[in-house]
């Protein structure tokens, strides 16, 4: 076994940008699914809020079987491409054809609920052939406690410089040649993920070497999981991470609602996720440097609590009120830096636990899990927001009449779920047990275990 497992020797950036760019269409497609998507199969289409959130939360259950099953099998791949590649490479025609579908339905009338269902279902599976390898592929890079948070920086970076992107082409035509609405804004981004899903998958599974020093695993899978949850630092994390990503899901599904129904300034959403995700991209340098001083889970709760203090401002906002959501949409997007790179850090030092104590490389299944919390959240998220706004009578319809109990719910939902939900998160945050020196001490012994194991031929 090689002796370099507690080096600290620093990925060259040519590695993490390569890597990091395949993050490109992960990133632009992944909120259009929770906030652009229901808006518009559910106003424009005439598909129920109710049917849609039912939709959102059955598909999900597919993934109870899936997640699972690809993080185990991608564990137990060994091809000469390696581990990882070779489920990425899968991944990339699956998400192709069905981005297509879901963001070019027809408009004649004969999409229905049934349509919306296969399609998401179609995209959830290549979305988890790529997550799972992809985001354990990343935790596999460096063994370093600082230079994962780099590598997870960079993918967040790149990521978010193609979703700000994805913001200023609808943003430009919309106040260049007053093209926009939900309709046109879909299918602006549609296009960008089908650009993009060949180009930047093909350029990370070309240029990014894939590590063959690891431990195959081979503990069954229902043994595997059951020594994963007792795993501690695992349990505080991934409930951590799954009630952030429940209300991070549930504000951004309601933020059209928001905008169209309280500031009654439609067109001008695509401006506020502009002003918002450009600020995200500022403040990822920013915690990236902090966590070397506050530690990863410090960071984290830092940043989650700069929502919990600015989003009640949007209860007090009313028609008009548009320019008046920037200044805190600004901090919000500046503290969701550290939510977009601290969790992500944390999980390979998490799964280096494991490591220790099994003597096996179980990434692929650790990031399963993860993945299915993610889109768990990611349907339960807006179900809950969906379902909330029909139970008080609000009407998504365009043009409807909401009265003011209607859109006190609304205001209610969409400023005081973030701050229930992340201050939660960073209560959490305050009982996770890993710091730099800790996880140091768990790579030495990492390093001497594999040390005493014989040479692999």
Known sequence: MSSSFVSEKKLPRRTKFFYGLSEMPISIANVPLTAFIPNYYGSELGIPLAFIATILLVTRLFDCISDPLIGYLGDKTNTR?????????????????AVYKLFFPATDGSVDGNYLFIWLLVFWLGWTMLLIPYYAWGAELSPEYNERTSIAAWRAQIGMVANVARKIVPTLALLLFAYGGTREVIEMIGLAVLVLIPIT????????????????????????LRTMWGNHPFRVLVLAFGVCYIGMNLSTAVFLFYIRGIVQEEEAGIVFLLCY????????????W????????????????????VTPTYLFLGPGDFLWTLPVTTICGFGAGATYV??????????????????EDRTALFFAVWSFVMKLGAALGPALALAMLSWSGFDSTPGAYNGPNQLLGLKLIFGLSTPIFFGATAIIMLFYPITEEKQIEVRKKIEEQRAMQPESG
């Open 201 to 224: 998958i093909g350029a990370t599974l070309y240029k990014v070497p894939e590590s063959k020093d690891y431990n195959e695993t081979r503990i069954p899978i229902m043994q595997g």
């Open 277 to 288: 995700y450009s600020s995200l991209l500022c403040g990822i340098p920013f915690w990236t």
């Open 81 to 97: 491409w390696g581990r990882r590649k070779p489920w990425i490479f899968m991944s990339a025609p699956i998400i192709f054809f």
């Open 290 to 309: 902090a966590s070397k001083y506050l530690g990863k889970n410090k960071t984290w709760a830092a940043g989650l609590t700069c929502f919990v203090v």
């Open 342 to 359: 601290m969790p992500h850090s944390m999980k390979a030092d998490v799964i280096d636990i494991d490591r220790l104590e099994t003597g």
